[in-house]
């Protein structure tokens, strides 16, 4: 069965510096997709970045971007120049093309300080 | 574009009585998803509609819950009876069903049941 993984329940970063948000994922399914969302305190879940399984290149959105090692079956978020406003739980979810599901993480909580 | 409507926000009911939450996808949109979030379970797909049709309702916890979608501009979701164990947010998520088909989120229901 298909799973996700967040072992980072919670990150630090200084406001301005980069950090990177860890997710694996697994399936037996050749073709998926791979998606990171952002709820901040206010409980919306805001769509961030998509990256399909045969993509040749890293998905950028931004000052996000997904650095996707298939192999080792991980999409990590890399946020650069952070801001205090990306203050927030970020999950990662996946999505087998045959079906419109999507499987989320446990998520991480990503605190910016000044 | 309004982004998915839901309502409503809150909602506080005594244990027994039945909740009806509403959702109005994005126009065009042609896949539904009702996801609940809680602490101790994380976000859960309860079930999800395609064309108004309902693909997938494995996730539902029980037959307490029932969801419909009589067009494409609308689906509800009701407890009857409701129980303190569904107090949680109620997402509503759309989505076009394309390659990515990355799904757009409503601001949540906010169920209490006392």
């Known amino acids: 069965a298909q799973k996700i993984t967040q072992t980072q329940p919670g990150m630090f970063v200084q406001e301005k510096e980069a950090v990177t948000l860890d997710c694996t994922y697994d399936?037996?399914?050749?073709?998926?997709?791979l998606f990171w969302y952002k709820q901040p305190s206010s409980g919306e879940m805001i769509f961030l970045i998509y990256?399909?399984?045969?993509?040749?290149q890293n998905a950028t959105e931004g000052r996000y971007s997904l650095n996707f090692q298939k192999a080792r079956k991980s999409a990590n978020l890399v946020i650069s120049a952070s801001q205090l406003g990306d203050s927030a739980m970020y999950f990662c979810?996946?999505?087998?093309?045959?079906?419109?599901?999507?499987?989320f993480g446990t998520g991480t909580r990503l605190q910016v300080f000044p | 574009d309004a982004g998915v409507i839901q309502s409503p926000r809150h909602e506080v009911t005594e244990m027994g009585q039945e909740v009806t939450l509403r959702c109005k996808p994005i126009?065009?949109?042609?896949?539904l998803f009702w996801y609940r979030q809680t602490m101790m379970r994380g976000l859960e797909l309860l079930i999800y509609?395609?064309?108004?049709?309902?693909?997938?309702d494995s996730g539902m916890p029980e037959d307490r819950f029932s969801a419909k979608m009589p067009n494409a501009s609308f689906s509800t979701l009701k407890i009857q009876p409701s129980e303190p164990r569904d107090s949680a947010v109620y997402f509503c998520?759309?989505?076009?069903?394309?390659?990515?088909?990355?799904?757009?989120f409503g601001p949540g229901t906010r169920l209490t049941v006392t």
């Open positions: 979810a996946m999505r087998e093309v045959n079906t419109d599901k999507l499987i």
């Open positions: 399936t037996s399914d050749p073709s998926y997709g």
């Open positions: 509609f395609n064309n108004n049709v309902p693909i997938d």
């Open positions: 990256q399909g399984s045969y993509d040749q």
């Open positions: 126009s065009g949109h042609n896949s």
């Open positions: 998520a759309s989505s076009l069903r394309t390659v990515e088909g990355e799904q757009y």
